[in-house]
Nanobody, 121 residues
Framework: QLQLVESGGGLVQAGGSLRLSCAASGRAFSRYFWGWFRQAPGKEHEFVATITWSGTNIDYADSVKGRFTISRDNANNMVYLIMNSLKPEDTAVYYC??????????????WGQGTQVTVSS
């Protein structure tokens, strides 16, 4: 059983940056794939980024490639999403996620309560 808690969302102007954090608790973190999804108002959940606990495999949605960076801190059981060059279309609730097989489709095995990111134009 895992518990995921996101933080770091907020209001930012277009072109700005934010760092989202995900604090994980539980056991056997290395057995999971980790990542982020987002859900904009009136839309379905969208895959954003994924990383293995070892950090050797990383992937991003095309819409965020070159702007977002996913990373993890194994010692502190944290997963991060650094978001640069933010656009109004990045406005969404962002969810940290963990899955035993792959973080790609919603719903994953575990997800947090979400953190709101709002990008003003």
């Amino acid at each position: 059983q895992l518990q995921l808690v996101e933080s770091g969302g907020g209001l930012v102007q277009a072109g700005g940056s934010l760092r989202l954090s995900c604090a994980a608790s539980g056991r056997a973190f290395s057995r999971y794939f980790w990542g982020w999804f987002r859900q904009a108002p009136g839309k379905e959940h969208e895959f954003v980024a994924t990383i293995t606990w070892s950090g050797t495999n990383i992937d991003y949605a095309d819409s965020v490639k070159g702007r977002f960076t996913i990373s993890r801190d194994n010692a502190n059981n944290m997963v991060y999403l650094i978001m640069n060059s933010l656009k109004p279309e990045d406005t969404a609730v962002y969810y940290c996620a963990a899955d035993r097989q792959v973080v790609r489709a919603w719903p994953p095995d575990y997800w947090g309560q979400g953190t709101q990111v709002t990008v003003s134009s």
